[in-house]
């Protein structure tokens, strides 16, 4: 970690509360259920601006921007320094995919700014986190939303017609259609809203991805990849150029409150481990995409035996491999190498000073210090120059 960074964890140690607060919103850890799955009308009743039957509202009206004025500044101070720890250098914009947090825009920002510009496809699939899977009842299968457009500050962000196609392509019990579930995650609208300031014509097609076996993750993969090649090539769309894959994903949530403290409640030394072993993680996706590093990491997160016991509290433990998967599975059929991972950057909730996002209106929707931090991944996957490895 740089002196920077470690300047700035013994800053915020010395002005951080110790008490442990309950993980809300944004920095979310999904909780067991206790009763029936909340109905369509309890969830809208929750979002800062509801859906409508048609338009899909916003859920996190705190640590997101809402109006474009917001959007606009979140967007412009989000290249002020302190950058981001680099792990490697940027790509050319066009990738194929990426991987990119979904916390606070005033802890995150910089973060989303290091990756998302990368992304120029028209057409983007967006796979998020379901952190409330339990209280739903949903495992081992792909959610959809029913909507036609999605609100975003800049504006509505249309649902790509490609959406019906995959589903018509999908196998019996492979997917649901669920608005009660897509207006309780907010893992998808935090990156929908940076794709269509950096793209006014985006097209999205946003799928969550609950708990499931890695068994049952590849074959999703292998038939949401083979039903988006297939619509794909009925229209003569490339990847990367018109389509690509986002996957929304934080990594670490350390803190007692996270039940996430194999190194110490926290403190210094405690953070200066847990950000090791995030890198770690995400290093370990460098290079070209093969099943067995995603597998790998997936064991790392979560018990492979029990996958609703997380081992490592990354909520992308679920979204990283289903969405990196399906990358592979769908250049794959495209006749295309295996896409090569890119690591390109990591920060905390914690490490680094707030964006200066308050005076716009937004704020943060869970504490940050050493004792109840959170890490942002940056990644990216580009065109191969290798044959797939099977």
Known sequence: MRNRSLTLVLAALAAAPLAFASPSAAQAVSQPASGPPPTLEEVRKGMGIPSSASRRGQLDTVGFASTAAQMKAVFDLSATPPPPDALGAAPPPGVLGVVCPHDDYLYAGRVYR??????????????????????????????FDPYETWRAPDGPVAVSPLRGEILAKLSKGDAVVDAAMHDSEHSVEALVFWLKHLRPDVEIVPILVPAATWPRLTELADHLGAALAGAMRSRGLALGKDVAIVVSADAVHYGPDFSQVPFGDGGVDAYVKA????????????GPLADGALQSFYSACVNPEKPTEYRITWCGRFSIPLGLLVLSRTARALGLPAPEGRPLAYATSVGWPELPVRPAGLGETAPANLYHFVGYPAAAWVAGVSAPPR
């Open 275 to 286: 950000v090791s072993r995030d890198k770690g993680l995400l290093g370990g996706l460098r």
């Open 114 to 143: 290091q990756v998302l510009p990368l992304v120029t496809a028209k057409t983007v699939v967006v796979v998020g986190v379901f952190h409330r899977y339990r209280k739903f009842g949903a495992e081992g299968v792909l959610v």
